[in-house]
């Protein structure tokens, strides 16, 4: 979220100090992300420690804040762990929203930063080591598993089909729009790879494993303290390893090497593991079609958010570029 949400300063000192026993010198709102539905702030308190607290509204799992915590008892210290609350819980109601409170840890993602060997290193360690981890079975059972649903395949032939009737709202309604019309053959031809692929992982089930799903460039952190760590696990699923491998060579980790460079210094650390190219495919396309889908929505559908929809335009054109993901996936294709 690129603008704050409409929570007062009052409220968020308010659930900081009843709730997490902080008592806040200053709270800044941080303009990161894509995701309209969760804001970002950093807490400076009066002891002189520093937090970074989450405010999401749509979506909310409790598994989001129990996982990360869990796989930090576990040793995994690339993972940042929430505090807890005065009475032991994660996460707190306020207005719309649930709050959560983390440790702040400077640094830049890797949208902003590259990838240094060592960070290699510990992604590709850790990554294998959160697909391999026993987990138990209550918490299994809160974990959301992967069904390939055909919902983000839905939702875009539904946005496409009301293409030439729509009412523009504004400028960017109207670039938007435009863009898809001209993709509207490179759309298709998505939404049917991807559903035949569907069908095939279907017909024969792979193995689950626990997966982070998200990780993307943002979702990396560079630690000042020279660290990486793996964030934000609102989209944590039970699913064939390739949902998160998908992303090595995918063209979503904006590390300015090659697809295959990307492969050598991963899977240098991570170890041998035999990849399905069917899964690696199907998730490729599949997270082009949900981000087409989410962007066009916010886009075509609102008008609200200003500077979340001028980024949003920006992402949706640059799936289409050249060396965009849609020709990276397409290239890399191994079906």
Known sequence: MLEPPEVSERDLVACLGRDFGVDVDRI??????????????RVDAKDGTTAFLKLRSEGFDEVSVVLPKFLSEQGIRH????????????????????AILYPYVPGRNAYEADLAAHHWDAFG?????????ALPSDMVGRIRCEGYSG??????????GGL???????SLTEDAASLLRAQRPTIHDLLSRTGRLAGRLQAVPRPFTLCHSDIHAGNLLIGDDGGLYIVDW??????????????????LLSSGLSPEEEEV?????YGDTQVDPVAIAYYRYERIIEDIAVFS????????????????????AANFQPNGTIDIAHRMDRT
């Open 151 to 160: 919902r983000w395949r839905d939702e875009l032939r539904s946005l496409l």
């Open 125 to 133: 360690r850790t990554l294998r080591c959160i697909h391999t981890l």
């Open 28 to 41: 800044t709102f941080l303009p990161i992300g894509a995701d309209q539905y969760a804001a970002a702030y």
């Open 234 to 251: 609102d989209e944590v699923v039970l699913a064939p390893k390739e949902r998160d491998l998908m992303y090595i060579g995918g063209g």
């Open 79 to 98: 993972v940042i762990p929430p505090f807890a609350t005065s009475d032991g819980r994660l996460c707190v109601d306020l207005r719309s929203f649930k």
């Open 164 to 170: 030439d009737d729509l009412a523009t709202r504004d």
């Open 297 to 316: 929505e916010l886009l075509l559908l609102s008008d609200r958010g200003g500077t979340d929809r001028m980024q949003s335009l920006t992402y949706l």
């Open 265 to 269: 210094r991963f899977y240098r650390a």
